[in-house]
C-alpha cells in the first residue's frame, strides 16, 4: 500500500513516533499501513505521550463558545455573500442588464448556467488544492478574487464579456462550499456539525434579504433621481468589491486549523483537537491517498449523495436564477417584486437554522430534512395549482419553496459527518458539488422563453425532481442504519482491539470499525 499515497520520509517519521505503543498482532494490516501517515492532528499531542488530556465540560463549553465567536460570524458573513454575488444577475435582470448587453432569445439561460460551468470545471482540482494547501488562506485567496471578478461585471458591454466574467466566478466561488465543509468537521463534534452548517449555510437566505433590499434601494433612488451610471452595474461593483474587502479580513482572522489559531493559547490548541478525537477523522492530512479516492468512487452512499445533489439542483438552478422574473410573473411591478422576493431569504434562514437545531437534538438530520423538503413541494403545488389571478397565494406558495435547501444542507453536513479519509472527503465534497453544478447548468434551461410567463413544465419538473430526492433520502437512511448495525457486531466481538490513537490515524469511515454514522 506504500504506492497508494504521497508523503515524506520525515514526515511519516513523525507520524510514527506519535502513534505510542500499538498492539501489532491485534490490530489489522490494513489500520496499521495506512495509520503510517497519520492526520495532522497528531502534531498537537507530540510531547505530550503519556500524558493524561483532561476536557471537563465547563471547558468545552467556553472553548465551544471561542470557537464560535471567532469562526462562525465569519463564515456567516461569506456564504451569505456567495449567495448574493451569484444570484446577483437575477436582480441585473430587471433593472436593465439585458436591454444594455443586447440579451436575446436563451442568452440569459445560457448566462445563468455559465457560472456553472466554471465552478464545475475547476471542482475537482480546488479539493485538491484545498488539501494540498494551507486551508484558510487559499480559502480567503477565491473569496477575493471571486469579489474582484464580480465586480468586474460593471464594465461588460456584450454577451461573450458576460459569459466570462460569469464562467470565472463559478471557478472562484468553487472552493467556497467544500472549503467550509472541511472547516466544520475541523472544529466541531459530530453532534455540532448539523447546526453549524445549518447556521453558516442559512445565510444564502440573509444573501437574498440583503441583496433584495439593496437592488431594491439602488432600483428606485434611480426612478426618483436618475443616476449616471445603469442601476445592474451599481448592483454588481456594490456586492463585488464588499465580499473583496471581507475577504482580506478573513486572510488575516481565519486559521487554517487549530494548530495555528492565533486566538487560541497553546494549552487551548491541544484541547481544541481533543474536544474533536469523538469524530474519529482527525482535523486533514495533505497527502494524496489513492486507496482513499478509489473507496469514494465504490462507494454507494457517495453516489447517493451525487444523486441527490444533481436532482435536487435542477429546481434550485431555475429558482435561484429566476425567481425574480417568477414573482413578476404572479403580477407584481419591478419595484415589487424586488421587496417581495426578500421574505423568501427569511423562510431560508428559519428552516436551516431550525432544521439543523431539531436534526443534531433528536440525532435525526436526513428524517427532518425530508420534512422540510416536502414543505418546500407543497409550495410548488400551490404555485401549479392555484389560478394566475391569485397572486399572494402563489407568492405564499413560492415562500414555501425557500425551505428546500435543508436536505442539500443535512446531506453537506454528514459529508462532514459520515465521511473520513481527508482524501476521501475532499473526493466526496467535489463529486457532490460537481453533481450540484450539473442541476444547476440543467435547471435554468427548464425556464424556457416560449413557456413565459407561467413556466408550466417548469414547475413540473421542479415536482418530480424532489419526490425523487424524497426516495434518494430514505435510501441513504436506510444504509446508514445497516452500516452502524455491521460495526456494532464487529466491535461486540471478543477479538476486535483498537489501536492507540486510531482516531488520529486518517482512516477512512469504512475502514475503521470505530467510526459510527451520524443519521
Known amino acids: 500500500m506504500a504506492d497508494d499515497r504521497i508523503a515524506t520520509n520525515s514526515d511519516l ?18 489500520i496499521l499501513t495506512h495509520g503510517l501517515d497519520a492526520d495532522e492532528a497528531l502534531k498537537a499531542f507530540i510531547g505530550h505521550e503519556g500524558e493524561s488530556i483532561v476536557l471537563d465540560e465547563a471547558t468545552n463549553k467556553r472553548l465551544l463558545r471561542k470557537i464560535d465567536l471567532n469562526i462562525m460570524p465569519l463564515m456567516c458573513v461569506i456564504y451569505g455573500l456567495n449567495y448574493l454575488d451569484k444570484t446577483t444577475l437575477s436582480y441585473a435582470s430587471i433593472t436593465g442588464i439585458q436591454k444594455d448587453i443586447n440579451l436575446v432569445g436563451d442568452n440569459y439561460q445560457w448566462l445563468s448556467s455559465m457560472f456553472y460551468f466554471g465552478y464545475l470545471g475547476w471542482e475537482y482540482p480546488t479539493n485538491r488544492l484545498l488539501q494540498r494547501l494551507p486551508l484558510a488562506k487559499y ?19 456584450s454577451f461573450s464579456g458576460a459569459v466570462a466574467v460569469r464562467f470565472f466566478l463559478g471557478v472562484f466561488e468553487a472552493a467556497v462550499t467544500p472549503g467550509f465543509a472541511l472547516f466544520t468537521s475541523q472544529w466541531y463534534t459530530k453532534k455540532e456539525q448539523g447546526a453549524r452548517t445549518g447556521i453558516w ?3 444564502n437566505g440573509m444573501g437574498q434579504i440583503f441583496g433584495g433590499l439593496v437592488a431594491y434601494g439602488i432600483a428606485t433612488g434611480n426612478v426618483r433621481h436618475g443616476f449616471t451610471m445603469a442601476p445592474w452595474k451599481i448592483i454588481f461593483l456594490f456586492n463585488g468589491l464588499l465580499t473583496a474587502s471581507i475577504g482580506v479580513i478573513f486572510l488575516f482572522i481565519m486559521p487554517d486549523n487549530q494548530l495555528n489559531a492565533r486566538w487560541l493559547t497553546k494549552e487551548e490548541r491541544v484541547l481544541a ?165 450539473v442541476g444547476n447548468i440543467i435547471g435554468p434551461q427548464t425556464f424556457r422563453p416560449q ?54 490515524l486518517d482512516l477512512t469511515d469504512k475502514e475503521n470499525p470505530e467510526f459510527m454514522y451520524t443519521l
Open 201 to 203: 449555510f442559512s445565510f
Open 13 to 30: 517519521a513523525e507520524k510514527e513516533v506519535a502513534l505510542g505503543d500499538i498492539d501489532k498482532e491485534s490490530v489489522p494490516e490494513a
Open 451 to 504: 413557456d413565459a410567463p407561467n413556466y408550466r413544465p417548469a414547475e413540473i419538473t421542479i415536482i418530480v425532481c424532489w419526490v425523487l430526492c424524497i426516495f434518494d433520502l430514505v435510501f441513504i437512511w436506510l444504509y446508514y442504519n445497516r452500516q452502524n448495525k455491521k460495526k456494532e457486531a464487529v466491535q461486540a466481538q471478543p477479538s476486535y482491539v483498537k489501536a492507540e490513537n486510531q482516531e488520529w
Open 273 to 437: 483537537i481533543e474536544r474533536v478525537r469523538s469524530n474519529q477523522q482527525g482535523i486533514g492530512n495533505k497527502h494524496f491517498k489513492l486507496y482513499q479516492f478509489k473507496e469514494a468512487l465504490l462507494d454507494p452512499m457517495v453516489w447517493a449523495f451525487v444523486f441527490y445533489a444533481l436532482v435536487a439542483d435542477i429546481p434550485n438552478g431555475g429558482i435561484s436564477n429566476f425567481f425574480s422574473i417568477l414573482i413578476q410573473s404572479f403580477g407584481f411591478s419591478q419595484a415589487e417584486t424586488l421587496l417581495y422576493g426578500t421574505p423568501g431569504g427569511a423562510v431560508e434562514v428559519i428552516t436551516l437554522i431550525v432544521a439543523g437545531y431539531i436534526g443534531d437534538r433528536i440525532g435525526q438530520r436526513i428524517l427532518t430534512s425530508i420534512f422540510f423538503l416536502t414543505v418546500a413541494l407543497l409550495g410548488v403545488i400551490l404555485i401549479v395549482a392555484l389560478p394566475s389571478g391569485n397572486s399572494i397565494g402563489r407568492l405564499f406558495g413560492y415562500y414555501l419553496t425557500q425551505a428546500s435547501p435543508a436536505p442539500f444542507v443535512a446531506l453537506l453536513s454528514l459529508i462532514s459527518s459520515n465521511v473520513a479519509g481527508y482524501t476521501k472527503k475532499t473526493t466526496t465534497a467535489a463529486l457532490y458539488l460537481i453533481g450540484y453544478c
Open 139 to 157: 480559502s480567503a485567496f477565491n473569496i477575493i478574487m471571486w469579489g474582484l471578478v464580480l465586480s468586474l461585471f460593471a464594465a461588460v458591454y
